[in-house]
């Protein structure tokens, strides 16, 4: 139902900051919870951040908790994740997600809408 585009993953690093932003297309994404997850190589799949659709409420993964921000701005179609103080453990594919849900919480299988995901690459 919403067509999303990632952007904003590169190769940083150890300390430093990187902002994905998640471009959606289609009517419906301000009554959508969005979310990040990420997959390392050899990794399952893991739920880092998600958002409820008004940006009213947040939740995050306890291994991001503090360092990452996920906020959206409906008005542009547009989330983000901004990443800080970035770990070579997070070190993944990062995707972004649409869910039909309006808030509240979302499992995996909820998500209908998914990026394609941006690579961030963290240096040691």
């Known amino acids: 139902q919403v067509q999303l585009v990632e952007s904003g993953g590169g190769l940083v690093q150890a300390g430093g900051s990187l902002r994905l932003s998640c471009a959606a297309s289609?009517?419906?994404?301000?009554?959508?919870?969005m979310g990040w997850f990420r997959q390392a190589p050899g990794k399952e799949r893991e739920f880092v951040a998600r958002i409820s659709g008004s940006g009213g409420s947040t939740y995050y993964a306890d291994s991001v908790k503090g360092r990452f921000t996920i906020s959206r701005d409906n008005a542009k179609n547009t989330g983000y994740l901004q990443m800080n103080s970035l770990k070579p453990e997070d070190t993944a594919v990062y995707y972004c997600a649409a869910s039909w849900r309006p808030s509240g919480t979302v499992r995996t299988s909820e998500y209908d809408s998914w990026g394609q995901g941006t690579q961030v690459t963290v240096s040691s």
């Open positions: 289609g009517r419906t994404f301000s009554s959508r919870v």
